[in-house]
């Protein structure tokens, strides 16, 4: 796995932002819930979303449960480089939990 990774900034949250994941442009918009502690994502290509609510889990893939060919076609995984968390929350995301990009899938 690559060391790239989509960079979260928690004080524009909730905010979007465009990215290029494997050729193809996406909006991303991110969101946090407070209440629980936890964040979703919501998914949109050439306006039209995708997915809406995906809920970042620490080491699963983002919208593996959804067959869409339009997603992107790379994996993005939380992941946590110092092996300290547990679950992804407001205090570790962006310090030592990252979306990490994988390479494309064939």
């Known amino acids: 796995m690559t060391e790239e990774y989509i960079d979260i900034d ?4 909730p905010y ?7 050729g193809e442009v996406f909006e991303f918009e991110v969101n946090y ?6 964040f979703t ?8 979303a995708l997915v ?3 809920k970042l889990i ?10 869409d060919i ?3 076609k ?11 968390a547990t679950r992804i929350t407001y205090e570790n995301l962006n310090e030592t939990v990252f979306l990490y990009v994988g390479e494309p899938d064939e």
Do not use: T
């Open 10 to 13: 928690k004080n524009e949250i």
């Open 16 to 22: 979007s932002f465009e990215i290029e994941l494997a």
């Open 33 to 38: 819930n407070q209440a629980h502690d936890f």
């Open 41 to 48: 994502l919501d998914l949109f290509k050439n306006g039209g």
């Open 52 to 54: 809406v609510g995906e």
């Open 58 to 67: 620490l080491n699963r893939p983002l919208f593996r449960n959804r067959i």
């Open 70 to 72: 339009q997603l992107p």
């Open 74 to 84: 790379v994996q993005i995984i939380p992941l946590d480089r110092a092996n300290s």
